[in-house]
């Protein structure tokens, strides 16, 4: 069986991360979202940005995975699984699932916003936030930015393609822990529904996606993935 999974900020959650809107410590409060998460915002004033991405990259680290993210490793011994998540945690890598594509990139990879490049170097350390830091410079004299998706940019192409495949393969999908209006991603449950395939929502609460959704259940990541497997048979009678 393959099994593709859908993850968003909801599973995260279960873990202590908080959702992106909810993503601001005190002292950025004051700021909208876009401030922070766009081009237009990293060249206005790119200590602040920096600031922010830094402080989430050690919370996120500071953090372990839930029930959720462990189940869905688990599934691996008993179904091909493949992980598409629109989080840019490490918790589904750290709980041991092997395909992991993140559609909206990583706090925990870094590149020059001038020549593009991997930067694999020192990281500021931060034992309290701070509201302005200083980014690392390229050796080409760019500005070392976290590697995410800022509004208004595409999406990584080979992401994007493995999770277009990985959804057109799939004999189930598992949507977890997402708001499913957030697109082009939002757009990968109806493809697979447009195949016949079955698609489990997981969410505690209902979303655009729930009255198309072969299955919807109202429970929390944690809840529901230990034992979905073993209930799906019985579920889709």
Known sequence: MRVTVLSGAGISA??????????????W???????????????????????????RHYLVADVEPNAGHRAIAAWQDHAEVTVVTQNVDDLHERAGSTAVHHLHGSLFEFRCDRCDMDYTGPLPRMAEPALEVEPPVCHCGGLIRPDIVWFGEALPDEPWQRAVEATQSADVMVVVGTSAIV?????LPDLALSRGTIVVEVNPEPTPLTRSATISIREGASQALPELLQRLPALLK
Do not use: C, I, M
């Open 14 to 27: 279960e873990s202590g991360v908080p959702t992106f809107r909810d993503d601001k410590n005190g002292l």
């Open 183 to 187: 697109y082009p991603a939002a757009g």
């Open 29 to 55: 409060a004051r700021f909208d979202p876009y401030e922070l998460s766009s081009t237009q915002g990293w060249h206005k004033n790119p200590e602040r940005v920096w600031g922010w991405y830094l402080w």
